[in-house]
């Protein structure tokens, strides 16, 4: 079976699941880093078919890009190209010239992702993977480049890390404008990874108890 390549096809799965499990109402759905635009629309679908949805919660979740409010998605691209040109400074020329081509097939990519196509070249933190996780990897970065997360009236809690994972656009400005029934931000002192685990862990639950009383 391929891997799911669509945030809403990914989240009328779950469903599925979670009506196998509790038929019936209010529930509570949370998601970690891009799982949490799939309990995101998975309240959405929810509350489409009449189902009552307590909280959504979005742990360190991010975006694509180009879904971010303007004047964030302006900061984003200001820091890009600064980024880039710190870089090259730094580099003899012939590091230049392969570090320009890489950054055009990485364009390219770009591009592909865009118009619904898998990427010719794996994420550099998917490089490794065995092809199974590879190939699901990969389909979860598609789905994220294509979903654009629609307002939504419900609760949403948002607990994110006080570190802005590397090279990625501060999501906050849209969460801000998507929950229109009200965004509650906890921050916790560590960044997107360590959040997961022991201690921050025990924080991220605490901000969940609290949520849901």
Not at 58 to 73: G, I, M, N, Q, S
Not at 138 to 156: F, H, K, N, Q, W
Request: glycine share 8%; charged share 25%; net charge positive.
């Amino acid at each position: 079976m391929p891997a799911q390549q669509r945030v809403e096809e990914m989240a009328a799965t779950y469903i599925q699941e979670m009506h196998a499990v509790q038929p019936e109402g209010p529930y509570y759905v949370s998601g970690y880093s891009m799982g949490g635009l799939v309990a995101l629309e998975i309240a959405q679908q929810l509350r489409a078919a009449g189902e009552p949805v307590q909280l959504v919660c979005l742990l360190d979740t991010y975006v694509h890009e180009r879904c971010l409010p303007w004047f964030a998605w302006l900061r984003h691209q200001y820091g890009y190209v600064c980024r880039q040109l710190r870089a090259l400074r730094t580099m003899p020329f012939a590091e230049r010239v392969a570090y320009v081509g890489m950054k055009l097939d990485a364009g390219a990519d770009r591009i592909r992702l865009r118009v619904g196509r898998t990427a010719r070249r794996p994420e550099a933190n998917n490089a490794g993977l065995p092809p199974v996780l590879l190939r699901i990897r990969e389909a979860m970065r598609l789905a994220m480049t294509i979903y654009r997360p629609r307002s939504y009236d419900g609760r949403v809690l948002y607990v994110r890390a006080a570190r802005l994972a590397e090279g990625r656009g501060d999501p906050l400005p849209l969460w801000q404008k998507v929950a229109r029934g009200g965004l509650v931000v906890a921050e916790v002192d560590s960044d997107h990874v360590a959040m997961m685990f022991e201690p921050v862990v025990r924080l991220v639950a605490d901000e969940l108890d609290r949520a849901v009383r």
